[in-house]
């Protein structure tokens, strides 16, 4: 089992937050890890992504150069760099309330969802990288629910404990929305 992931959108989205998530359930899962970032100069809207891998054993090279198996997309400017980094038969999740006209995939699926949307409607568009990580779970396998949900009462319960149920929340929104769009209601 290994999973190359690369999670994408403008500063201040939080898809390194999302990536942290990941590496965090995958450490809790007694996984294999490795995470690395890129981001613009800007610290809100520029470009920023998180690559992580996931293996049940070592990891060799924590590269992930055009070959994710999974790749997030939340925002219009990042979006082509995750459809051309999507590994054949690979999985890009795509929010379609913030790019416009996605592309038909190519030898890979993709999923739309409007995340930024539905994080309004659970009270803060902030809340969108976890309804997009809810719904890589459903869609992928990567993590079982449960650890992310763990894992997000322990990084926000110390800090914002306000911001657990929240999350959680929202998680469990990307979740079943995914399980409805595949059919796994």
């Known amino acids: 089992m290994l999973y190359k992931c690369m999670f994408s959108g403008s500063g ?11 590496c965090l359930g995958a450490i809790k899962e007694n996984l294999k890890v490795v995470m690395t970032q890129t981001y613009g100069i800007e610290q809100r809207g520029g470009d920023s992504t998180a690559y992580v891998i996931i293996s049940a054993e070592p990891i060799g090279s ?5 070959d994710a198996d999974i790749a997030v997309a939340l925002s219009q ?5 995750c459809y051309e980094g999507v ?9 379609t309330s913030m790019i416009e006209t996605p592309k038909d995939a190519n030898g890979f699926d993709q999923v739309l969802l ?18 997009m990580l809810g719904a890589v779970l459903a869609g992928t396998g990567i993590l079982k629910l449960e650890t992310v949900e763990e894992v ?5 319960g110390a800090k914002k404990p306000k911001l657990v149920g929240l999350n959680i929340e929202a998680l469990r929104a990307g979740y079943a929305a995914m399980n409805k769009e595949s059919g796994n209601e």
């Open 114 to 131: 409007p995340v930024s949307e539905m994080g309004i409607k659970l009270g803060t568009v902030r809340c969108a990288n976890m309804v």
């Open 77 to 81: 400017s990042i979006y082509k760099n």
């Open 62 to 66: 924590p590269i992930v150069e055009n």
């Open 12 to 22: 201040g989205q939080g898809s390194a937050l999302m990536a942290k998530m990941v």
């Open 152 to 156: 997000v009462n322990e990084v926000f």
């Open 87 to 95: 590994a054949p038969d690979g999985k890009l999740f795509t929010n």
